[in-house]
């Protein structure tokens, strides 16, 4: 005998089996009333209404018309033009203080986590250069920000420059 949970003892499986049975007997019952209320349900077998008479040029023309799709696109082979394409510019081209701050900036850090994760005795001046390395970085950036007065109000822009 269990302990249940409304604090009666008894068997294990006493009337549980019997309420599992008319739990589904309910679910059944109101499953059939809610297929009931439906009602009958169409085919979609029935064929489809005519063109409408009202316009009966467009349906002659859809009727005697075939389907167009991407499929039936062709390419004109006539050449439009001798365009060529500019040459990109070169990715490594800058101005050379630009890029030794971004270097300092970006390059000093990786370099510091680089050196604690692989390089446990690195001596004092390293970590120092490289911290050095970072604070000019990041100055050389902040001074070659543009100082233009006019570029600081709002109000004065060109717009879109194409």
């Known amino acids: 005998m269990t302990e249940r949970r409304d604090g009666s003892h008894g068997h294990e499986h006493d009337g549980e089996g019997d309420r599992e049975h008319e739990d589904q007997a309910e679910i059944d019952r109101q499953w059939q009333q809610i297929v009931e209320g439906l009602g009958p349900l169409e085919s979609s077998d029935r064929p489809l209404d005519p063109p409408s008479e009202e316009r009966p040029d467009l349906a002659s023309y859809f009727a ?19 365009f060529v394409p500019p ?25 510091l986590l680089l050196a604690a994760l692989f390089w446990p ?19 050389g950036l902040f001074l070659s920000l543009p100082r233009d007065q006019d570029r600081r109000d709002p109000w004065n822009d060109d717009g879109a420059q194409v």
């Open 87 to 111: 040459d990109p510019p070169a990715l490594a081209t800058g101005r050379p203080a630009m890029v030794l701050s971004v270097v300092g900036l970006i390059g000093g850090p990786a370099a």
């Open 64 to 82: 005697t018309t075939p389907a167009w799709g991407p499929r039936d696109y062709t390419v004109d082979d006539e050449d439009e033009g001798d």
């Open 121 to 139: 005795g690195i001596p004092g001046i390293v970590v120092t250069v490289l911290i050095a390395a970072f604070v000019a970085g990041a100055v």
